[in-house]
């Protein structure tokens, strides 16, 4: 059996080309890609996959290095090199109402925030990338939603985790102050209720009277 330094170099290793497989396989081949290496941290790429829905096209970013290690719980002494939730987040928008590519610094650094800040992204959580994620939107933050509908998560050889694709919801400002209050469920339930279209980066804050 190798050591634990040595499996965790190989994981290391072993699992993003598996974690591209199962993007393209779900998404298509990338049409761009870009890399942002902050100090101290791994490189995280963004990917750019292009598709359509019965509204029109629509253009997909996705995270790929987030999941070459388990996050590890901020309350936790020593943090597991192996074991614990692996992840990456796809964020999903309509195609050609704004500049949305200038997304891919802020989603690397929502990527790069768990070896960053030691905090663990699951569904529910709200991140806030504290400037709006594109050039005039009228969002500085997003839900994390439940992983598997658009991209089946990646079962790993154990002791490794499953790798999660965790999908991405901008939030307006009000909207994540009144999510603070009442919770993910209850602002999923408005969105749904109005109808709200989580795919246009020009949105409007649904009512929250």
Do not use: C, I
């Not at 005039?136 to 997003?142: D, K, L």
């Not at 999510?179 to 339930?189: F, P, S, T, Y």
Request: proline fraction near 10%; hydrophobic fraction near 45%.
């Amino acid at each position: 059996m190798p050591g634990t330094d040595e499996f965790y170099a190989r994981g290391m290793a072993d699992v993003l080309p598996l974690v591209e497989a199962r993007l393209r396989s779900a998404l298509g081949d990338p049409d761009a890609r870009a890399a942002v290496t902050f100090l101290g941290t791994d490189r995280v790429e963004v990917l750019r996959f292009r598709d359509s829905d019965a509204e029109g096209a629509l253009v997909r970013y996705a995270t790929l290095g987030m999941s070459a290690q388990p996050m590890a719980d901020p309350t936790a002494v020593v943090a597991d090199p192996v074991k614990g939730p692996r992840a990456e987040l796809v964020l999903s928008v309509r195609a050609g109402l704004a500049d949305t590519d200038k997304v891919l610094r802020p989603l690397a650094v929502l990527g790069a925030s768990p070896q960053v800040e030691g905090v663990v992204v699951a569904p529910g959580a709200s991140l806030d990338v504290g400037e709006a994620l594109w050039p005039g939107a009228p969002f500085t933050s997003v839900l994390v939603a439940e992983p598997g509908g658009l991209v089946a998560d990646l079962e790993l050889d154990e002791p490794l985790d499953p790798v999660r694709f965790l999908p991405l919801l901008p939030m307006t400002p009000n909207e994540a102050a009144w999510k603070r209050v009442h919770g993910a469920q209850a602002l999923q339930e408005r969105w749904l209720n109005h109808g709200t279209d989580l795919r246009d980066p020009s949105r409007t804050s649904v009512p929250l009277e």
